[in-house]
């Protein structure tokens, strides 16, 4: 092959696209990121555009930036935004518990977006470590409190010496995508689409509910209509550690010979699955919900949203979810369709 044609080719198979081989720590905040791109609205997808011009406007390469920055020194201070320390392990995590967490670093991204106070600079900043807090707050050992998120805890899965986080971090999908879908990310993460758009889709309006009022929060700037509820998620994730991910660990872990991939990988992997899913789903309609909320001229996008265009983020989702899920009872659902359809 003449060697630009092959450089060609080379560089669009490599394009949007995470090799397993070399993207293990990352495959969890790509397949989220690539999610919720998706589900953007036509006006939130030129917001983003405009946003993260350093990523050409793809939220699966940006959600990947807060763990790269963790390479150099200057941005030590957010180590401690990529988790939660329960306060009362193993209970739901109390309305303002904390800003240097998880939990206060999702508001506080939320809300600079929201003002029109920032730059674009630095609502760029915040865009990035907003989509990448959502995808940590999912994974159940960011929000676990014990042996610093399984850190420190020693455990071998398929043969290899690792760390509980790490199991939780990657492996997991890791297997399932060598297992199930030939090694590519991006089949993984196509199902994964197909299975919100059908299985999931009932589940959805709770995805969206959060349980605490805006007015209770600190953050009480964030209108109501942002469903931004990082406790709720992360409630979900501290109990989900306490339920599923310790217990096996805490039975097995004095036999040496115990290998979390197998039963344990059986026993966790829909449950991992679905923090994907949800954190996807709702960095997406985040996003949407600021784009509505603060207009696309402040937004940075230069056009005044018309009346038309202000409709309901909610019910317009929805109907979008329904008209794929009829179609599903026909035949399977168009990879096509879902690509170009959005949550309008
Ligand atoms: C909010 O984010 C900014 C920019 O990263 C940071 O300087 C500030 O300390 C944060 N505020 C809180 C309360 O953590």
Known sequence: MHFWTSLLVWMALGVGFVSVVDG???????????????????????????L?????????????????????HTYDWADRLHYINPPVPCTPIPANSCTQCVVGGIY??????????????????????????????????????????????KVVF????TSLHEVWDYMLFEKRIRKDFSSSVNTYATHLLTEL???????????????????LLLH?????????????????????????????????KDNSKWDLGREYYDNVIDEAELGVLQAGVRIAWIIN??????????????????AE?????WSGAWSWVRSLVDQSDETDVEVTKIYSAKWR
């Open 24 to 50: 293990y720590g990352r495959v969890g905040h790509w397949m989220t990121g690539w999610l919720a791109q998706q589900c953007l609205t036509s006006e939130a997808i030129e917001y983003v555009r405009y």
């Open 52 to 72: 993260l011009p350093h990523h050409n406007g793809n939220l699966a390469k940006a959600a990947l930036w807060a763990d790269e920055i963790k390479h150099g």
């Open 108 to 153: 506080n991204y939320t809300s600079r977006l929201l003002s029109p106070e920032y730059t674009r600079e630095e609502k760029e900043e915040a865009l990035k470590f907003l989509i990448h807090f959502i995808g940590d707050v999912h994974q159940p050992l960011h929000a676990s409190g014990r042996n610093a998120g399984g850190t420190e805890v």
């Open 158 to 161: 398929d043969g290899r010496v």
């Open 197 to 215: 758009a059908t299985t999931w889709s009932p589940s959805l309006p709770s995805w969206a509910r959060c349980s605490l009022p805006k007015t």
């Open 220 to 252: 009480s700037s964030i209108p109501s209509s942002i469903p931004v509820c990082p406790e709720d998620w992360a409630t979900h994730s501290a109990l989900t550690a306490c339920e599923v991910v310790w217990p096996p660990y805490d039975q097995h």
């Open 289 to 306: 919900a600021i784009v509505r909320e603060v207009g696309e001229d402040q937004a940075g996008v230069g056009r005044e949203v018309t």
């Open 309 to 313: 265009e202000v409709v309901s983020w």
